[in-house]
C-alpha cells in the first residue's frame, strides 16, 4: 500500500484520532480511507444521473472571512445559469449561503467541489433530488 503525506490543522487531526478512538478504527489511516472512498464515490450514483435535478446546497463560513465570502459571490456569478435561488444569512458567528440548482449531476458536483476548495469554508453540505421522481409517489 502506497504512503501519501497531508498537511492538517492540528484541531482536524484531534477530530480523526478522537472519531478512530470513538468507532474502534485501527487508526487515523483507516478512517483517512474511508473518507477518501466516500468522497469519491459522492456523487457516482446511477439514479442521480436523472436530468434535471435540484440541488440545495449549504456553505458555512466564519463572519469575519471577507475574502471566503467575495470567493463563493465569484462562484455564485459563475453558476448563475444554473442557480434558481440564493440566500445569505448569519448564524451565531458564521456567514451561511444557501443555494438552490437546478442542472445535471456533473455542474452540481462542479459547484459544489468548488465551494469546498475554498480556503476557511467550514462546511459544504448538500441535497440532490431528481425533478422527474416530484410526484411520483403520489401516482402510485
Do not use: W
Request: glycine residues 4%; hydrophobic residues 40%; aromatic residues 8%.
Amino acid at each position: 500500500m502506497s504512503v501519501v503525506s497531508v498537511s492538517m490543522p492540528t484541531g482536524l487531526i484531534e477530530r480523526l484520532d478522537t472519531h478512530a478512538a470513538n468507532h474502534e478504527y485501527t487508526g487515523r489511516s483507516e478512517v483517512i480511507r474511508e473518507s477518501a472512498r466516500a468522497f469519491l464515490t459522492e456523487f457516482d450514483n446511477d439514479t442521480l444521473a436523472a436530468e434535471p435535478l435540484a440541488g440545495v446546497v449549504t456553505v458555512f463560513y466564519d463572519f469575519d472571512t471577507h475574502p471566503v465570502e467575495r470567493q463563493v459571490t465569484e462562484l455564485r456569478h459563475e453558476y448563475d445559469a444554473h442557480i434558481a435561488s440564493n440566500d445569505h444569512s448569519h448564524v451565531a458567528d458564521y456567514c451561511v449561503d444557501l443555494f438552490v440548482l437546478e442542472s445535471d449531476l456533473e455542474v452540481i458536483a462542479a459547484f459544489v467541489g468548488k465551494l469546498r476548495a475554498i480556503g476557511d469554508v467550514e462546511t459544504v453540505d448538500y441535497s440532490l433530488v431528481p425533478l422527474d421522481s416530484i410526484g411520483q409517489l403520489q401516482n402510485d
